[in-house]
């Protein structure tokens, strides 16, 4: 059964620290490339961040410099490292393939105030 589960998330004061962790089962997670994406209220669901199968990392110029995405093929894990986060980072954040899209997962809630 393809599935994703994304879990860290959580309420954290501008300029602190998150990490989002993505469990994906059903696909081969090794051979695909991975992306965190985010969707805030009244917005439209954005890539902010993906790794590819060789380990290359592209991250949205909003993230730059603060967030970094990993991955683990091992326990088929990506991870989103999010620090300095700023309120407009606030959204719910999902994984899923860059291409081809499988079945949405709930996301994970982060909201950054103080």
């Known amino acids: 059964q393809v599935q994703l589960a994304e879990s860290g998330g959580g309420l954290v004061q501008p300029g602190g620290s998150l990490r989002l962790s993505c469990v994906a089962s059903?696909?081969?997670?090794?051979?695909?490339?991975m992306g965190w994406y985010r969707q805030a209220p009244g917005k439209q669901r954005e890539l902010v961040a993906h790794?590819?199968?060789?380990?290359?990392?592209f991250y949205a110029d909003s993230v730059k410099g603060r967030f970094t995405i990993s991955r683990d093929s091992s326990k088929n894990t990506v991870y989103l490292e999010m620090n300095s986060l700023k309120r407009e980072d606030t959204a719910v954040y999902y994984c899923?393939?860059?291409?081809?899209?499988?079945?949405w997962g709930q996301g994970t809630q982060v909201t950054v105030s103080s």
């Open positions: 899923n393939k860059v291409f081809n899209w499988i079945s």
């Open positions: 790794i590819t199968s060789g380990g290359s990392t």
């Open positions: 059903g696909i081969i997670f090794r051979s695909n490339a």
